[in-house]
């Protein structure tokens, strides 16, 4: 080849190994996007899936195969017993479905719609909001309940709760007997920016509430939240003590506690009514906080409780998060119990 050739090419040689020698240009980093936070009835609805899956099943097997009569009709009700919703609520739905229709073919969403209008009928009477009043101040709250119903975490998601409407929340560590109870109230504390009454483990939860009361009088608290121990609703003894809490503080104060809210574990199902029964006549229950409702296909204990007792349900639980906590709405609660799709807001 000649001077003359190679001197032409050259120039194509050297642009072409400079740009082989050029580092790639580096790709851009994925955007990751936060998973979007799941409303509370997309939570509701997944924490009720055991409960609305058993009775779905059952509805399903029942009348996509046959017309309604006496005998599905008393399948449906022996379902609905199951599922822990109880008698008086299983025969209200029994007569509802039944209504003008034997001997008709019926769709199981129909059922289900028809359930679900039942339970919402029930729980609207009880779907009522925890009201804190300001002349009261602070304004006591004695939370009770069996051992491992979840009081103490309850109270820590209370009082996120509570102080993010801007009030001032003192918590008492009245489980005096589990130091495991007064470390997760002491935590809870530092977590929502509340004061945190607490003494040595096994000292007396009466004067504990007392000296609790005093203090959130002097620290002009809105709110006092006071755990006490975990105690089964047949031993006497420990619900003579539960008394003596109450009579204490009420020589502070003749009005406290001023609500007593009683935390029920729905795994427990039918236990939860004498537990509602024995608090309610020992420590004057005033409203009802039930958690782990994601935890059991008996979500309907709850049903059954608010048809016998008529007492206000103010929060249910369906997981550990602060979120997982809210307050109680009749209607979400029964579509979902029910199995219904509804368009989530």
């Known amino acids: 080849m000649s001077d003359e050739n190679s001197e032409k090419t050259r120039p194509g040689l050297f642009k072409r190994i ?8 580096a790709a851009p980093e994925p955007v990751i996007a936060a998973p979007a ?11 009720l899936s055991r409960s609305s899956s058993a009775i779905g099943r059952g509805i399903v097997d029942i009348f996509s195969k046959r017309k309604l009569d006496a005998a599905s009709l008393d399948d449906l009700e022996d379902i609905l017993i199951q599922a822990d919703l109880g008698a008086a609520a299983a025969a209200r739905v029994r007569e509802a479905v039944g209504r003008g229709r034997y001997e008709k073919s019926i769709e199981p969403a129909e059922v289900k719609a028809i359930l679900a209008a039942e339970v919402e009928r029930i729980l609207t009477p009880v779907a009522r909001p925890l009201l804190i009043d300001p002349m009261k101040k602070p304004f006591v709250i004695l939370v009770v309940g069996v051992n491992g ?10 009082a996120a709760k509570l102080g993010a ?40 939860s009466a004067g504990l509430a007392f000296d609790a ?17 975990g105690r089964l609703q047949n031993r006497g003894e420990l619900m003579d003590e539960l008394g003596k809490i109450i009579r204490v ?43 782990k409702l994601d935890g059991t296909a008996r979500g309907g204990i709850l049903v059954a409780i608010a048809e016998k007792f008529s007492l206000p349900v103010h929060y249910i639980g369906v ?16 579509s979902a119990i029910a199995g219904l799709d509804r368009v989530d807001p």
């Open 18 to 25: 400079f740009a082989r020698a050029e580092p790639p240009t």
């Open 37 to 47: 936070k799941r409303s509370w009835l997309s939570r509701l609805t997944s924490g």
């Open 149 to 158: 119903s979840g009081k103490t975490t309850t109270i820590g998601k209370l």
């Open 165 to 204: 409407e801007g009030r001032k929340v003192t918590l008492a560590a009245g489980d005096t007997f589990r130091a495991a109870a007064i470390e997760q109230l002491r935590i809870w504390g530092g977590r929502v920016g509340a004061d945190v009454i607490s003494r040595e483990q096994g000292a007396d």
């Open 213 to 229: 009361i005093t203090a959130a009088k002097a620290n002009g608290s809105d709110v006092l939240l006071i755990d006490t121990a």
């Open 249 to 291: 503080m009420q020589k502070l104060d003749a009005s406290a506690p001023h609500a007593v809210l009683l935390v029920l574990d729905a795994t427990v199902g039918q236990n939860a009514l004498s537990q509602v029964e024995i608090f309610g006549r020992v420590a004057g229950v005033t409203g009802l906080v039930m958690t």
């Open 319 to 334: 997981g550990e998060s602060v979120d997982d906590l809210e307050p109680f709405e009749a209607r979400d609660f029964a």
